[in-house]
């Protein structure tokens, strides 16, 4: 029997909303499967694409996104920037042949533990039936870009960012 | 990127790994967390590896403070819990052993691992993606300073109600200057318009003149009544407000306030404001005879002179000269520190809750309304009467949570309509003899006396009646209903079916947020939940201050509050504006966005991106430049600059992209292949 696929997932949250969501749902004991490995942010509006490019490039299956409610936003609308971005990513991630559903934006908001903990579950569940993303050449090219190694990779990924 | 900073080699990383008794240690094999830091991550830089019992303690501080001083350690990363509850522990560790404090990275291995996990494995290699996410995130923190600003001592309080009245006197009591803005003619807000006051029954003007007394003759106080704010640019510290002095058509140096204007002003309006409908003014006015300042008003569009040309009846009768039709609008600058927002609340409108017949229905009443109504210095001077004028109710029903605790209008509870509801059958009793019902939900009386005061409204014989009603309606279809109002509820602790006959309704009316509550946030750069009202920083711990440094929120502005709450806050909003003036300065948390000149193309990209308005396109060289100080670190503007030129400090690129690497563990060295990761 095949082993159960454990798919690896990346999140990007919120400082003051989606954070404290998965800080909320850590006090309150509320359970959710442990594949998502989160990234704090200070709003859901610094979320540059590249991020979740990079994410996906470098082994995860998925990515989360998640940002404080539309008209919540503590700096006052910068997550319908991230909306935006998300929208127009969705489609490039068509164009390059990979499954818009890796890539999820889910608003909740610091009291809504329970919520982001649900939908971490759904999401995993999701990735899971989709299968792992492999990435071509995830594991090579990523190591060359890390810091340690070469300036020159560096400059170009922030030209990208 | 020009110096490679995360190399390792040239920094030397300790990782702490925190048990937190059981609450970490029970789930995660925190052990073998740190032999696996200490072995796998050697190459990226991590020169010790510990675990420990409570690294919160003093005692595990002091062994990271110990190994910074004995190791020369140059980045720390403590995997523990939320960094909401103790980054700051950590850091003052650090700078305790001499390293910058943000030169600590602390990563969560309990609120979103071991507390929400239960396969021990996993939550054991998930921690080791975390510890590695953060080992190499802090390769690239750097070294930072608070940014200090300094204070304006002025300080703008908006809106005069009693909040605003507290948070002026307290301020300006202190030696510094206050300026006061309030839209309408005279300070003193809804508190002014309230007969009693709950639950000691103290009359609301009696304790409330002498503090409008108070403010309208305090050396450090510029009231500017008749007055809104209109625009608002700076930041903590240092703000330019704007403010539009409406025409008052008086000269306030030569008005007395002797009201002879008041009398002889032939024009008689229906005073929808003050006396909520129930009474008249004139065309140039006062609202009340104790305002603060004593200063009239011309309403422009009421005044027979402005519609029509003639009269001027105020000005022949003026004694010194102060009437002055000429007179314009004015704006003023001002310079401030800190901005403290009272603005309060509106009712809603009861027409809305079309089943309790409130403007259809002639003896329907608001709870403002009865305010009025039973105001010794009201329209009626007093006496408790129907919409005719002269007849006194026999039976009266007061409906509770009118439009509040309802998913149709407002789902919040309005907070004092429990209280106020009582103190209104209190004074219908004692001044009528009539029998009263009061139709509750839920009856709620949480603060200090509040709920002795309902013991006494019910040992006063006040019949309580548990139920939403369902309607009031004038359709009589039993004996006895002809001519009155009946109240069809369901009294849900008998268990029926009820309609009573009354012949006077009162509606406790929600609170609800200003009309312009949101343009108001906007102009001031705060923002407002889903129900309109402002939202605090911290619900429990910070529940004046907003998301904006040196804006702060009082009263029933973010929420619905009883009077002294609302002047807890305003007290409370002024002891941290007192504290920041007396440091003169504020330290900022070093999270801000800065632009490298050189890189940047002048696209204006980031420009409409900033909320804040922090961003300035200098149009000589071309570029983009960041306030410092406006800026509030969100990173949206880094995230869009499609030329990199944009970093931000504490969540740059390189610690973000580094995390990503960490937490995909691709940066630790296979211990049978470690030449594949070139060190």
């Known amino acids: 029997m095949d082993e159960l696929f454990e798919p690896v997932v990346i999140g990007f949250t919120c400082n003051w909303c989606s954070y404290r969501a998965a800080d909320l749902a850590g006090t309150a004991r509320i359970k959710y499967p442990p594949n998502i490995r989160l990234i704090r942010l200070m709003c859901s509006g610094r979320l540059d694409p590249t991020f979740v490019l990079k994410a996906l490039a470098g082994g995860a299956d998925g990515v989360l996104i998640s940002g404080c409610h539309p008209g919540e936003c503590h700096y006052l609308e910068q997550n319908y920037k991230v909306l935006r971005r998300f929208l127009l990513l969705r489609r490039v991630l068509t164009q390059l042949g990979i499954e818009p559903q890796r890539v999820k934006l889910v608003w909740a908001s610091a009291a809504e533990g329970v919520r982001l903990a649900q939908e971490i579950t759904i999401m995993v569940e999701e990735i899971r039936a989709l299968g792992p993303l492999n990435w071509p050449a995830a594991d090579t090219s990523i190591r060359t870009e890390s810091p340690v190694v070469s300036s020159e990779s560096l400059e170009i990924k922030e030209g990208i960012a | 990127m020009k110096q490679l900073k995360g190399q390792s080699g040239q920094e030397r990383v300790g990782v702490y790994v925190c048990h937190c008794g059981s609450n970490i240690a029970g789930v995660v094999d925190v052990q073998q967390v740190a032999e696996w830091a200490a072995e796998r991550l050697e190459r990226r830089g991590v020169v010790i590896a510990r675990d420990y019992r409570f690294m919160c303690s003093s005692l595990g501080q002091e062994l990271i403070e110990k190994d910074i001083k004995e190791l020369g350690l140059t980045r720390i ?130 304790i409330l003149t002498p503090r409008m007394v108070s403010v309208g003759t305090h050396p450090h106080i510029t009231m500017l009544t008749w007055s809104e704010v209109t625009d608002v640019q700076g930041y903590v510290g240092n703000f330019t407000v704007t403010v539009r002095k409406k025409a008052r058509y008086i000269k306030t140096d030569l008005c007395t306030g002797c009201g002879i204007c008041q009398e002889k002003c032939p024009k008689k309006v229906l005073d929808e404001d003050f006396e909520a409908g129930l009474g008249y003014r004139k065309a140039i006015y006062t609202p009340f005879p104790q305002a603060v300042p004593k200063y009239p008003v011309i309403d422009g569009s009421n005044c027979t002179y402005f519609q029509k040309g003639t009269c001027r009846a105020c000005e022949k009768f003026c004694p010194t000269g102060a009437i002055d039709f000429e007179q314009q609008d004015e704006l003023l600058t001002l310079q401030v520190g800190n901005i403290i927002l009272a603005t309060g609340f509106d009712l809603l409108d009861a027409r809305r809750i079309a089943q309790y017949g409130y403007g259809r229905l002639a003896n329907v009443f608001t709870s403002l309304e009865f305010e009025r109504l039973s105001n010794a210095a009201g329209p009626t001077d007093g006496n408790i009467v129907l919409r005719d004028g002269v007849t006194t109710p026999r039976t009266v029903g007061i409906i509770h949570c009118a439009g509040s605790r ?266 049978t292949q470690a030449e594949m990761v070139t060190a």
């Open chain 2, 406 to 671: 309802d998913r149709n209008f407002n789902n919040y509870c309005s907070a004092i309509c429990c209280m106020q509801s009582l103190k209104f059958a209190h004074l219908v009793k004692e001044r009528t003899g009539a029998t009263v019902y009061n139709f509750y939900i839920d009856i709620r009386t949480p603060a200090k006396a509040y709920d002795e005061f309902y013991q006494r409204v019910l040992e006063e014989g006040t019949i309580f009646v548990r139920g939403r009603v369902a309607e009031v309606t004038d359709a009589a279809r039993l004996p006895g209903e002809e001519n009155r109002l009946i109240i069809q509820v369901e009294d849900t602790l008998a268990g029926l079916q009820r309609r009573i006959p009354v012949d006077m309704v009162i509606l406790s009316v929600s609170l609800q947020p200003r009309w312009d509550a949101k343009e108001v946030a906007k102009r001031f750069g705060i923002s407002c939940s889903s129900d309109g009202w402002i939202i605090e920083k911290h619900p429990k711990l910070d529940p004046i201050a907003t998301m904006t440094e040196g804006v702060f929120a009082v009263g029933c502005a973010q929420g619905p509050k009883d009077i002294p709450s609302s002047v807890a806050q305003g007290a409370a909003a002024a002891a941290r504006v007192l504290a920041r003036i007396q440091q003169q300065e504020i330290a900022l948390e070093p999270v801000r966005a800065s632009v490298e000149e050189s890189r940047c193309s002048g696209c204006r990209i980031c420009n409409n991106l900033c909320p804040f308005n922090a961003i300035l396109f200098h149009e000589d060289r071309m570029v983009s430049e960041i306030n410092a100080a406006l800026c509030q670190g969100c990173g949206t503007c880094v995230a869009a600059c499609p030329a990199g030129a944009i970093s931000g400090t504490v969540f740059s690129n390189e610690q973000i992209l580094s995390q990503i690497e960490g937490l995909l563990l691709l940066n630790q060295s296979e211990p």
């Open chain 2, 77 to 206: 990363v403590v995997a523990a819990c939320s960094p909401h509850l103790h980054e700051q522990t950590f850091r003052i560790a650090c700078q305790r052993a001499g390293l910058n404090p943000y030169l600590c990275e602390l990563v969560s291995i309990r609120e979103q691992n071991s507390w929400v996990h239960e396969d021990k494995n996993a939550a054991t290699e998930k921690a080791k993606a975390i510890v590695s996410g953060g080992v190499e995130r802090v390769l690239w923190h750097e070294p930072l300073e608070p940014l200090h600003v300094p204070i304006h001592p002025a300080t703008l309080v908006v809106g005069g109600g009693i909040a605003g009245i507290q948070a002026a006197l307290e301020i300006a009591d202190a030696g510094f200057p206050v300026y006061l803005v309030e839209r309408e003619p005279s300070i003193g807000g809804h508190m002014a318009q309230f007969d009693k006051t709950f639950p000691t029954l103290d009359c609301a003007a009696c």
